[in-house]
């Protein structure tokens, strides 16, 4: 297999991490989900798990789900987690914070549409093709985001995408239309999973796994990816452990086999030692809840924000002026 290039820059990989077979990643989704990756997976053996230069994963071929895998997918997790779903999540709080009141906001593959919740004070707008809910009190329109710029182009002063561009084959097309919804001098807000993390060390973590997370990212990874659109960078920080999301911490702490450079392997021991992490990791976060340690955090948050057009100087105005003035000689 020749050495794929990376997902954001375009440069050859540096190196490949792991192979893992589609029969180990259709096993695991029926096992601990009960959802059947067949159709994603059709017609392939294995995926190669490989580090770009800026240090992202990324999952080559890059397959995302399906209609049929997201279907049954989101059916067991509104099963199994309700509360969890609707739990303080520390990305919208940052973000939040940055909205100022009356600001136009489009948030991008919306899902539940809940970081409205979070910015009452100002005019929400989500996009979501599959978007399920009928309350008439939440502007979110049924379309893809090439769908709303036909219209849209340019008309935000904040955009953002939570926990979406991991699950794309191509998140560089996907982020330069995220920044033409954007006015000049407005925000573009993008929440991440990342490597090194707690969630890549807990062995046969499946959610980390196509087709659902095509890439693990890293702050060069975001950097690069804003850079390269033309945005300044206002921030990159690790996002502090919630209730939405501590639990995946307190698996990786009770795990006791931690991933190094493999990640996925069909082995007993590394399946005996996920069901204990997620028994024991239940356990703890029934008990101590979200933890109060940073470090890596639980993700990253880019704050971007795209540069107002260049406005002339004076002095090149009058330079312009006399150069554009006729002389006797003309």
Known sequence: METPLCPVTGQPAVRRVQWV?????????????????????????????????????????????????????????????????????????????????????????CGA???????????????????????????????????????????????????????LASPRPFFERMVAAAKPGGLVVVGVPHVPSAATRIPN??????????????????????RDAGLSIESIAPMPWTEFDSLIYWIERCSPVKCGDKHFLGDWSWHAASAVGLLLGRVVHAVRRPPKVMGEGAGLLLIARRKPPMIPRASENIAGAKAAVPTDEA
């Open 21 to 109: 077979t589609t029969r180990l990643l259709t096993d695991l989704w029926r096992i601990e989900f009960g959802v059947d990756a067949r159709s994603s997976f059709a017609g392939l053996d294995r995926f190669g798990l490989w580090e770009s230069p800026v240090g992202l994963y990324f999952f080559e071929p890059r397959v995302e789900g399906d209609q049929a895998f997201y279907q049954s997918y989101y059916r067991r997790l509104k099963t199994y987690r309700v509360s969890v779903l609707e739990a303080p999540r520390a990305e919208f709080e940052t973000a939040a914070r940055m909205v100022e009141p009356g600001a136009r906001v489009l948030d991008v593959s």
């Open 113 to 167: 549409a809940l970081f409205q919740k979070y910015v009452p004070y100002a005019r929400y707008t989500g996009i979501d093709p599959h978007f399920t809910s009928d309350d008439a009190n939440i502007d979110v329109r049924r379309e893809t985001l090439s769908d709303h710029l036909a219209t849209h182009s340019g008309a935000y002063d904040v955009v953002c995408a939570f926990q979406v561009i991991e699950h």
């Open 205 to 226: 973590f499946l959610l980390n796994a196509p087709p659902h997370h095509l890439t693990w990212w890293t702050r060069a990874a975001l950097a690069a990816l804003a």
